[in-house]
């Protein structure tokens, strides 16, 4: 899998770009603040339809621009597709295209264009708050099977909906009549994005655990653990016995649902645990150990599309070899050739690969080689 070209209209820093890439590495190169990251970001907004930065697609589209236009020539499966993506300021819906014929929604892009990000954001997630790292699951889970994208959709709304009921019923105690119907549905599309979830988790974290044995030279032992509703002892089960745990823990906290006027129990509470050695990163890890920890995740990732797909996912190094010494770069480029990648960095030197060099200035490309 590889994006061939890439055109950007009013996209960020870009009031027109056009670019062409290699199928191996892509280094794109510049200052900061120069749009080496929004180059980024186009490419993982045609293939998941989302932004990675923020959930405001209005401040994806330039200063002073009518509308914001990304094009990607794509090539998997065998063939080549045309991604495009037109946004709007306001409330204009955005449009979807495949192929040039225009899409209804964005699941039916899933899979056309997958890509594996790593920024410096993703450092931060080991030590920050659960929703950081369920983001992390949801990225790779809503490319990977689009079913799962389905269930977590829907259980967003179920949850705006019951957060509502719960907040309001103080004034309008009627609302209450529908909780046991948004529990029940809740509770079964939870057990979906569980099992979901547990079974994505138990590969990452066997191949994460290879990739950082290999990483650290069998010094250290990473471990990952999948943590969800404390009823749910094994989820792995039979999605009705998933099911049924939920509900139990479900009826254990609705007094203190009722009181605090809060969703409190449910799938939206996810987390997972990273030990190095047994010890927790989130606690204790240091800057290089989490920097190891987040490279091995991410090169784990992008097995798991390679097996289940056939295809090498395209990978994207936000500004994180930077800081690895030349071997340890060395150890993530040899991991890397088999697909393509694009890197983004201050100074060429200081990446030891070799690919196809893009540099970037305010928004514009001043120059290309090998």
Do not use: W
Request: include cysteine.
């Amino acid at each position: 899998m590889r994006l061939d070209t890439l055109r950007l209209r009013g996209f960020r820093n870009y009031a027109d770009l056009s670019a062409a890439f290699v199928p191996g590495v892509n280094l794109i190169v510049g200052d900061n603040a120069q749009g080496k990251t929004n180059l980024l970001e186009a490419v993982t907004y045609l293939s998941m339809c989302r932004s990675f930065r923020t959930r405001k697609e209005q401040e994806l589209i330039r200063m002073g621009a009518d509308f914001a236009e990304l094009e990607g020539e794509a090539f998997s499966g065998g063939r080549a597709r045309t991604i495009r993506a037109v946004l709007f300021p306001g409330r204009r819906p955005r449009q979807l295209y495949l192929g040039g014929v225009k899409q209804r929604t964005a699941a039916e892009l899933a899979g056309v264009l997958t890509t594996v990000l790593f920024c410096p954001e993703d450092l931060t997630a080991l030590k920050a708050g659960a929703a950081a790292r369920r983001r992390l699951l949801d990225h790779a889970l809503c490319q990977l099977r689009p079913g799962y994208d389905r269930a977590l959709r829907e259980y967003g709304r179920l949850y705006e909906h019951k957060s509502r009921i719960l907040k309001d019923h103080f004034e309008a105690p009627q609302l209450l009549e529908a909780l046991p119907d948004f529990n029940l549905r809740m509770a079964q599309v939870g057990a979906v994005l569980i099992a979901y979830r547990a079974r994505y988790m138990e590969k990452l974290a066997r191949l994460t655990a290879e990739f950082h044995r290999e990483f650290s030279g069998g010094r250290e032992v990473l471990a990952l653990q999948y943590q969800t509703v404390s009823t749910v002892s094994d989820p792995l089960a039979p999605q009705e016995a998933v099911l049924e745990a939920i509900l139990t823990h479900q009826q254990s906290h609705a007094r203190a649902e009722l009181e605090s006027g809060q969703c409190l129990t449910g799938p939206h509470k996810d987390d997972f645990d990273v030990t190095l050695d047994g010890v927790s990163l989130k606690s204790y890890g240091s800057q290089g150990q989490v920097r190891t920890a987040v490279i091995s995740l991410k090169l784990a990732e992008r097995e798991i599309f390679r097996q289940d797909t056939g295809e090498a996912p395209v990978l994207l190094l936000d500004d994180v070899l930077s800081e690895l010494d030349p071997g340890r770069q060395d150890f993530v480029l040899n991991r890397i050739l088999s697909g393509q990648v694009f890197i983004t960095c201050c100074e060429r030197g200081r990446v030891t690969a070799q690919g196809k060099a893009i540099a970037i200035a305010h928004g514009t490309i001043i120059g290309e080689g090998a």
